[in-house]
């Protein structure tokens, strides 16, 4: 039972470059999260998918778009890359909505130049 | 927007001695979540208030949520060097499917 998983785990950019952050859950779980972490920021959502088929947009969403491929699967995507976008980036999980437990992946540390 | 505050951002102190953590909210909240995130690890889970006035622990760690349903407390006795990490407390308002809000964390570092 792998849980959350994220890749790539470093990643460094150059500005104007994309690239698709991947995460992937095996427990089942309907709701699906990107969150970035910066120093002295605490945890931001950048956008969520509630259940398949579904996504929506969090405190932080511009710069970014998101696919919910199917139920396992969560796909964050910067098409134009950004020294502001440097951050830490986790991906997360649960069963539903706002009061079930979110579990995290590992997290992608990304770098942009 | 909904807001929490989580303060202090840092606190030091000599293992053995007690912490605590506190998190304010502008808003009434549904539920809390407090999370723990070892240094250069990822959040997990630590617990889950919802009842107004509740009280749980955890062993060494006691966690209330306010009347109010405003805020709330994490209190750890006597640390330890495993205690190390970063505390989030995270809420939700209710009401829609947006995610829960993050505090921005209370770093707590201990002396041995």
């Known amino acids: 039972n792998a849980g959350v998983t994220q890749t790539p785990k470093f990643q460094v950019l150059k500005t104007g470059q994309s690239m698709t952050l991947q995460c992937a859950q095996d427990?089942?779980?309907?709701?699906m999260y990107w969150y970035r972490q910066d120093p002295g920021m605490g945890l931001r959502l950048i956008y969520y998918s509630a259940s398949e088929g579904t996504t929506d947009k969090g405190e932080v969403p511009n710069g970014y778009n998101v696919s919910r491929l199917n139920k396992r699967e969560f796909s964050l995507r910067l098409e134009s890359a950004a020294p502001s976008q440097t951050s830490v980036y986790f991906c997360?999980?649960?069963?539903?909505?706002?009061?079930?437990?979110?579990?995290f992946g590992n997290g992608t540390r990304l770098t942009v130049t | 927007g909904q807001q929490v505050m989580q303060i202090p951002q840092y606190q030091h102190v000599q293992e053995g001695e007690d912490f605590t953590t506190y998190c304010n909210s502008s808003?009434?909240?549904?539920?809390i979540q407090w999370y723990k995130q070892r240094p250069g690890g990822h959040p997990v889970f630590l617990i889950q208030?919802?009842?107004?006035?509740e009280v749980k622990k955890q062993k060494r760690l006691t966690f209330q949520f306010g009347e109010a349903k405003k805020n709330s407390s994490l209190h750890i006795t006597a640390t330890q060097t495993t205690d190390v990490g970063t505390y989030f407390c995270?809420?939700?308002?209710?009401?829609?499917?947006?995610?829960?809000?993050f505090g921005k964390g209370t770093h707590l570092i201990i002396q041995p």
């Open positions: 427990m089942n779980h309907n709701s």
């Open positions: 808003t009434t909240l549904s539920n």
């Open positions: 995270a809420g939700h308002s209710g009401g829609g499917a947006d995610g829960l809000t």
């Open positions: 997360a999980s649960n069963i539903a909505g706002y009061n079930s437990p979110l579990h």
């Open positions: 208030l919802v009842k107004s006035g």
